[in-house]
């Protein structure tokens, strides 16, 4: 995308994945589609191509949309094991680098957010 759109596009693809429900998001998306298909072709073809998919979150407890909507729990714990293990100078072995990821990772995970609406699990595990 041009430079020029970032800011109007971030905003309006912001509108459609924090949607409060899946009417909503097909509206945003709509919206997006025709604000930004002239200057963008390319991009809104790949949006409108991968609708469903991009979408698809919404078929879950609402409860659970936070956790879907992100990546950062993943992201986070390997950033963490990254920075101890490119820092840590006897990593030199593979027993001592999956000794030093197997104690990082508990410790990474104790800083996650507790599931909400994990009573609902059941509705998303198939």
Known sequence: MPK???GKAKAGL???WMAETKAQAEKAF?????NFD?????????LVKNRAALLCFYGFPAEHW????TTNPIESTFAT?????TRTKNCVSRNTL????FQLAPAA????LKLRGFNRLTDVVC
């Not at 709509?30 to 025709?34: G, I, K, L, T």
């Not at 936070?66 to 909507?69: E, G, L, P, T, Y």
């Not at 094991?81 to 293990?85: A, D, G, P, S, V």
């Not at 999956?98 to 990821?101: A, D, I």
């Open 4 to 6: 020029f759109v970032h």
């Open 81 to 85: 094991i990254r920075h101890r293990t």
């Open 98 to 101: 999956l000794g030093l990821v």
């Open 30 to 34: 709509d919206q997006f589609v025709r």
């Open 14 to 16: 912001h509108e459609i």
């Open 109 to 112: 995970e104790r800083s996650w």
């Open 38 to 46: 002239a200057p963008c072709p390319k991009a809104t073809g790949v």
């Open 66 to 69: 936070v956790h879907i909507r």
